[in-house]
């Protein structure tokens, strides 16, 4: 039976130690919540910190706690003091925390940090081995493990590894700033599916990837040498039957039944009936805006005094990371600033801020989301936030009005929320009248629009969409894996050749034959290419076509004295090994005047860019400039062009980071058919990288062998992934011939 691995830094589990006592119980999380329903479904094991130090237990307590995580499925990567200190303390919650959370100001760079967060990773990566019989599918989860992924890929290469981030991926211009920045993205580039929280994320990730290494992006897929890697966003949901039904039981709980802070806010409300409660609730954490809000609150109570008397902030800050400086230094301000804004307002019998450090049980934590009729959520940035969507599943009876900031993932799909931003104090202090303001009818209107949705794509449906997900890409690898040129399938295509006493061979240039390079002209034919090319041309029984989008001068330059049909310009042109060029079909090329004019105003403003100019053709090429710039100019240049190019006949081909304007109907495929015509062949072969190729493809007999360069979805028969092997595979094919030969 097939496995399922779920890596996280922390295992969703709670373990309790006494003296002689172990108790392991899972954890109420959301992610875990999210997983059971999909681990139930499978054979599922999850590997993560247990978060307690073994080396301070006895052997004894040691096998107590791995049997009883055993139990629970789950198997703990054990951390020494120093690595809590160093790669979670340290570089997750000092480095990329505030980073990905734009605090650039609280992020610092410790070598000694860095190197432990790679050790970790490995330790990680260490049990993920011991633990891989069996296993098809892998989910890393979150920022501590950003270099899970490829170090996982390493080892496993047949593994199939999806990563979700749970915080938010900053911007390109932060992201720079990291010194390790290519290895953190290399390691997340491991992964077979990225998932994020929202497409800001997502679209901020492949930026960076665009600018840092240069991979081609395909709306969401990313080519790499060896595979493609989809990027998508999964907004991740909440178990909403789970609070919604736990709302409407604790409702009927007699008296006695009711919890404590129940029965406090009933009792307030008998007392002040025209209270609102506002509620606060988030871990202590710089990130989530806790003094913003504060100091919001207090704003509103100086600007709108009529309502003083009539609304309670209740504030909930769950302790974390305390081990970290800035969350020390946090809890001071917020201490202060609660003690100062009670000092000013309360009165005998009010206090404006009830505030709570702890944490609560989950019945409590429903409770004050239920009871409360407004809660004010208002973090400078935050992955998604899942306070914001258990409050809307926890009101019952649809009243309730949630303020949300912006920065939350969440604000994405919660736009019936009120939605303001986090630095401003004076629009959260209106959202705050607003919200007491709001008549009920609107706001159960809101919050059944809300419901639906939450309770549509909830926590399950999140988890069971990434997998979906995963399981597509692997069916897509499985696709490419079915098109890899093997080794028994080259030896078949050599036996095909060596059977043949008339064969062709149509091979693309650039991509193909050679690398790319930023300025084309450096594409020149090299010794070892001139060789291969010759031993092939020099047996009668082959023809070299090279066929190409390339002007006629370079080919003519570069291949004018050797024994080789010559296409160019996509099938414009043709030249038979000492012979004159010739054109393949008539062509006008007047219409050229009427577009220079466009592609030379894309090249000033495209630093980088260039036009080159052939007989029947106009090409913008892009290559050396920005990356992103680049393509959203390609994108207006296409759109720009697209009702000149129709009438005037014309047609727009896209390449590899060009844009080539050309006369309709020509491409290679029309002029392979041409040649076969006067010369037909029986056997043929044709290799290129480009989409263009596909024309070519298209156009051959069935029995053509044809092979594609790179991962990307093609008509031909084969794959291979680039020029060099498909030098190799030319060397071997000579050496077979030779074989034959001999
Ligand atoms: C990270 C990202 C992203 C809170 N107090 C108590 C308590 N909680 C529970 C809530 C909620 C969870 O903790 C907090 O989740 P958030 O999403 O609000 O925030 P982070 O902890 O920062 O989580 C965040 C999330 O990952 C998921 O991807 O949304 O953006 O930062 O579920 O209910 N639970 C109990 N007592 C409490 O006092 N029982």
Redesign the pocket.
């Known amino acids: 039976m097939s496995r399922f691995l779920i890596i996280s830094n922390r295992l969703p589990v709670q373990i309790n130690l006494s003296e002689d006592n172990i108790e392991v119980t899972p954890s109420?999380?959301?992610?875990a919540t999210g997983m059971m329903s999909v681990s139930k479904s499978s054979d599922s094991l999850w590997i993560g910190w247990s978060g307690i130090d073994k080396e301070k237990l006895s052997d004894d307590q040691r096998k107590m706690v791995n049997h009883a995580l055993k139990e629970e499925n789950a198997v703990d990567v054990h951390l020494t003091q120093d690595e809590v200190e160093l790669y979670y303390e340290g570089f997750s919650n000092k480095t990329i925390w505030p980073l990905f959370h734009y605090f650039n100001q609280f992020v610092i760079y410790e070598e000694e940090q860095w190197q432990a967060y790679q050790q970790v990773n490995q330790k990680f990566a260490d049990v993920i081995a011991e633990n891989m019989e069996g296993v098809d599918k892998i989910w890393i989860h979150d920022y501590h493990l950003l270099l899970l992924p490829q170090m996982v890929k390493k080892r496993f290469p047949d593994a199939t590894i999806g990563f979700f981030l749970?915080?938010p991926f900053p911007s390109y211009e932060l992201f720079r700033i990291l010194p390790w920045r290519n290895e953190i993205i290399r390691g997340m580039l491991g992964a077979d599916l990225l998932g994020f929280?929202t497409f800001d994320y997502e679209r901020h990730f492949m930026s960076a990837v665009r600018r840092l290494l240069g991979y081609d992006i395909n709306i969401n897929e990313i080519n790499l040498p060896r595979r493609i890697v989809k990027v998508d966003n999964f907004p991740?949901g909440i178990d909403y039957d789970k609070f919604h039904n736990m709302a409407l039981a604790s409702q009927k709980r007699s008296v006695r039944e009711k919890s404590e802070v129940r029965k406090e806010l009933e009792r307030y409300y008998l007392l002040y009936p025209e209270t609102k409660f506002i509620l606060s609730?988030?871990?202590l954490?710089y990130t989530k805006g806790i003094i913003n809000r504060l100091l919001a609150f207090e704003y509103f109570l100086k600007e709108y005094p009529e309502y003083r008397d009539k609304v309670t902030l209740v504030l909930?800050a769950?302790p974390s990371r305390i081990g970290v400086e800035q969350y020390q230094q946090m809890k001071s301000e917020v201490d202060e600033t609660v003690g100062r804004i009670n000092g000013e307002f309360s009165s005998i019998n009010r206090t404006p801020i009830w505030y709570f450090y702890r944490?609560?049980?989950?019945e409590n934590?429903v409770d004050l989301y239920n009871y409360c009729e407004i809660a004010l959520i208002t973090p400078i940035r935050?992955?998604?936030?899942?306070?914001a969507k258990?409050y809307i599943a926890s009101k019952t009876d649809g009243r309730g009005v949630l303020i949300l900031s912006e920065m939350a993932?969440a604000s994405k799909e919660m736009s019936e929320a009120l939605i303001i931003n986090p630095n401003n104090k004076a629009q959260i202090a209106q959202a705050i009248k607003k919200a007491i303001e709001m008549p009920l009818d609107e706001q159960i209107e809101r919050n059944t629009v809300l419901q639906k949705r939450l309770k549509r794509y909830d926590i399950e449906k999140w988890a069971t969409d990434f997998l979906s997900a995963l399981d597509k890409v692997r069916q897509n690898e499985q696709k490419y894996l079915a098109k890899k040129l093997t080794e028994a399938n080259k030896n078949r295509i050599i036996e095909e050749l060596k059977e043949s006493n008339n064969r062709i061979f149509f091979l693309d240039y650039d991509g193909t034959l050679t690398d790319f390079y930023d300025n084309p002209q450096h594409a020149k034919p090299d010794a070892e290419l001139y060789s291969l090319l010759d031993q092939i041309a020099e047996d009668p029984n082959n023809r070299v076509v090279l066929i190409s989008g390339r002007d006629r001068q370079t080919f003519e330059e570069w291949f004018g004295d050797k024994p080789y049909t010559l296409i160019v310009e996509h099938g414009v042109w043709i030249r038979s090994a000492g012979s004159d060029w010739e054109m393949i079909e008539q062509l006008d090329d007047t219409w050229k005047e009427k577009i220079r004019s466009s592609l030379e105003f894309y090249v000033d403003r495209t630093p980088g860019s260039f036009v080159e100019e052939k007989n029947y053709s106009l090409v913008w090429h892009y290559r050396k400039s920005d990356p992103e710039l680049g393509l959203n100019r390609a994108i207006e240049l296409k759109d720009e062009l697209t009702s000149l190019v129709a009438n005037l006949n014309l047609e727009i081909l896209e390449g590899n980071k060009v844009i080539e304007i050309k006369n309709r109907g020509i491409n290679k495929g029309r002029a392979a058919q041409k040649l076969l015509q006067l010369n037909p062949a029986d056997k043929i072969i044709a290799i290129g990288d480009d989409w263009t190729d596909e024309f070519l493809f298209s156009a051959l007999p069935p029995d053509a062998i044809s092979i594609k360069v790179g991962m990307a979805n093609t008509l031909a028969g084969y794959k291979v992934e680039n020029y060099e092997e498909v030098r190799d595979l030319l060397k071997e094919i000579i050496d077979g011939e030779q074989g034959l030969t001999d």
């Open positions: 109420v999380g959301g992610l749970h915080i929280h991740m609730i988030d871990r954490d909930l769950v944490s609560m049980p989950f934590l935050d992955g998604m936030n899942l306070v258990e993932g």
